[in-house]
């Protein structure tokens, strides 16, 4: 099945779309780069995933803060698991 060139265009602004979001909800700190590591027998390990950022404690944040954040936690969920997977294959050294 070929889809229209109209289509085709549509799909490729609305990705582009949806990856400059994530990348705005980044800047904006609604996401942030974590990393944790485990040592086990002589082998430090590190878990990489994307997190929810802080703006303090909840009762002081406004509703909209939480609501914006609870969205773009599960609607750009694809597109954490695919930065989390990226730092998988980035070797750092990362000091203790």
Not at 44 to 70: A, C, L
Request: aromatic share 20%; proline share 6%.
């Amino acid at each position: 099945m070929r889809l229209p060139r109209f289509t085709k265009l549509t799909l490729c602004i609305l990705v582009a779309l949806y990856c400059l979001g994530y990348v705005a909800a980044r800047s904006e700190k609604y996401f942030v780069h974590r990393v944790g590591f485990q040592t086990d027998e002589g082998r430090k390990s590190y878990n990489h995933y994307v997190d929810i950022g802080d703006f303090g404690p909840g009762i002081f944040q406004p509703r909209s803060v939480q609501y914006t954040q609870f969205l773009c936690y599960w609607g750009f969920t694809p597109l954490r698991w695919v930065e989390v997977l990226s730092w998988q294959f980035i070797p750092r050294d990362y000091p203790l």
